[in-house]
């Protein structure tokens, strides 16, 4: 009924009455008249006009009081149709949390239908880890006190767990008792993942930043080490060199100063390959031959390498496996010889004067494991897990006591691992001595290779420079470094040969049309043309063979693959070891004159 019509009936009845009220008191003023003439008419006047205003006022009352009623009733409906009609789950529960209302949007974040929801206990939302949390919500709710927008987690219908941000206020009844708890949430799942996100990015970009600066830092560490390590041998090699080129030293001082320049130019040639190798490690091009080695022949080999240095420092340096015993891995001989007189260096170099350092054998399983044992300064339990990472020392710093680059146990492991092997460091702490242990396979390696048919490779043995002669052979030598074609014209001539030493490719063709040699020595790096080119047009100008000898400071593997490509029947890497270029050239010699 609209509120017009209401009040129009409303009026209408007022009317009704009105005529019936004058219809009675038209009766009742003449029986008044009847018995007291000359009074009734202002008496009943007034008595219907008070009646009237009563009855007037009535019907205001009535008429405000249904007004308001459809006006509360349509905002009542007004509003339920908002709490339905929002995404955000809205629902109400008794002060013992049994739940009383339960919106379309609280169906769709917490998977409860309103059916399912009425009457349950609202702590079915509530992870266990976080009773107290609502509890003390609760608590502060019944107070009188509002909560405000917060961040928390609740368990769906299906067990899974919701990032929710939660309202909570009280329900109070018209005398203001609180009687109940109204909870209005809103899902904030993908928020808090993209947040987490953020975060989890954030860490990284920090953690990247932290990396990069300690990379920076080693790398500048690592930059100042190698000036200092290299400049130290290079400072006695020219400091010595001066002093016997001005005469300065006479008698046994020249000789002193001889072993001093071949000791700290040896020193430069080990950083030099230690760099390299780590380099062609870390490029994936280290040259690996694998094949059956002797544990035993390497081992006394890489000791007898190191044993000059032992005693300098009146070390004791001990081995006490059966130099005849076979114990044999399968692997690259000259990469194992390098690990196991790396580990010596190593121990060697933290051992103190009068010292003892212990070389161990032993089969465990199917494994061969190799101990390297020492007395010396030990290391700190917290510096153990960084031992064998690239230009990392405990001593670092101007302040250090030994030298060294820091990759010589970096090698280790990596050559180790390139075999399918393992290493590991021990020690109870400083000065109480350390010991690394190596372990390797004595099936294939790691790449899966099958072992190679044949005898253990012996260690490699230094043949002495005076035992080799070249009398009759013939040499081209050719390089444009003038020192460098100097010292293999002198060399060479010194053990018998006859040797003709040019600086570039194309003087080389030029010797070659007077007078073929009988072994070519070249270098890759001419100015000119290199070495590649040189060979490939001698072959192409001469019907007789000749052997050639690349000797270069190229010495990774992509070059030894490109020189044996190119038809070099031998490749020598400066700087050279003398006698290793002499049986070359005297082996290759022989070859071409009995073929």
């Not at 009734?40 to 009855?55: N, P, Y």
């Not at 006479?250 to 001889?258: D, Y």
Request: net charge negative; aromatic share 4%; charged share 25%.
């Amino acid at each position: 009924m609209s509120d017009a019509s209401a009040g129009h009936q409303s009026t209408q009845r007022a009317g009704d009455c009105d005529q019936g009220l004058a219809e009675r008191d038209g009766g009742d003023a003449h029986r008044e008249q009847a018995l007291r003439p000359g009074e009734g008419t202002a008496q009943v006047g007034t008595g219907r006009e008070m009646l009237l205003d009563q009855l007037r006022e009535a019907n205001g009352h009535l008429l405000l009081a249904t007004l308001r009623a459809q006006t509360l009733a349509e905002k009542a409906a007004h509003l339920a149709a908002i709490v339905e009609s929002t995404d955000d789950a809205v629902f109400s529960t008794t002060l013992e949390l049994r739940i009383k209302t339960w919106n379309a949007g609280a169906e769709r974040l917490y998977g409860y239908t309103a059916e399912e929801a009425i009457e349950l206990s609202a702590t079915v939302l509530i992870p266990p880890e976080r009773t107290d949390e609502f509890t003390s919500v609760l608590e502060r709710i019944t107070q009188g006190e509002a909560i405000g927008r917060f961040e928390t987690v609740r368990v769906r219908a299906d067990g899974t767990p919701i990032d929710v941000a939660q309202t909570i206020s009280s329900i109070k009844d018209d005398e203001g008792r609180i009687v109940g708890v109204s909870v209005i949430g809103h899902d904030i799942t993908d928020a808090k993942r993209t947040e987490r996100e953020r975060e989890a990015l954030l860490r990284c970009a920090r953690d990247a930043r932290v990396e990069a600066d300690t990379a920076n830092h080693l790398k500048d560490d690592f930059l100042a080490m190698v000036s200092h390590e290299l400049r130290t041998p290079l400072n006695a090699v020219l400091g010595w060199a001066r002093m016997i080129t001005s005469q300065q030293l006479q008698g046994h001082r020249v000789e002193h100063a001889l072993e001093a320049i071949e000791r700290n130019a040896g020193a430069l040639a080990v950083i030099i390959d230690d760099l390299l190798d780590m380099s062609r490690i870390v490029a994936g091009k280290l040259e690996f031959v694998p094949g059956p080695v002797d544990l035993v022949a390497i081992t006394l080999a890489a000791i007898e390498g190191i044993r000059p240095l032992a005693s300098q420092k009146r070390i004791d340096l001990q081995f006490p496996s059966d130099p005849n015993a076979a114990e044999s891995v399968h692997g690259d001989a000259a990469r194992l010889q390098q690990v196991i007189g790396n580990l010596l260096t190593n121990a060697i170099k933290f051992t103190p004067e009068g010292g003892r350092v212990e070389v161990s054998l032993a089969r465990v399983g199917a494994d061969m494991e190799v101990k390297v044992t020492d007395t010396g300064d030990g290391i700190e339990p917290a510096f153990l897990p960084h031992v064998f990472e690239q230009f990392r020392q405990a001593d670092a710093g101007a302040a250090r006591r030994q030298g060294g680059l820091g990759l010589g146990l970096a090698l280790v492991r990596q050559l180790v691992e390139l075999h399918g092997g393992t290493v590991h460091a021990a020690s109870e702490g400083r000065g109480r001595g350390a010991t690394f242990t190596v372990r390797l396979p004595t099936g294939q390696t790691a790449a899966g290779r099958e072992p190679a048919q044949g005898p253990p490779i012996p260690a490699t043995s230094t043949v002495h420079v005076a035992s080799q002669r070249l009398d009759g052979v013939s040499v081209l030598v050719v390089d444009d470094n003038p020192d460098g074609r100097t010292l293999a014209e002198v060399l060479l001539t010194h053990h018998g040969a006859r040797v003709n030493a040019v600086a570039s490719a194309h003087e080389a063709l030029r010797a070659l049309q007077t007078d073929a040699p009988d072994v070519l020595v070249t270098d890759i790096g001419l100015p000119d043309e290199d070495g590649y080119a040189l060979l490939r047009q001698m072959r192409l100008r001469h019907d007789r063979f000749i052997p050639a000898i690349a000797l270069t400071g190229y010495g990774g593997a992509e070059d030894r693959r490109r020189v044996r490509a190119t038809g070099f029947q031998a490749h020598i890497v400066k700087p050279f070891e003398p006698a290793e270029l002499i049986a070359a050239i005297g082996s290759l010699a022989r070859a071409g004159k009995s073929s």
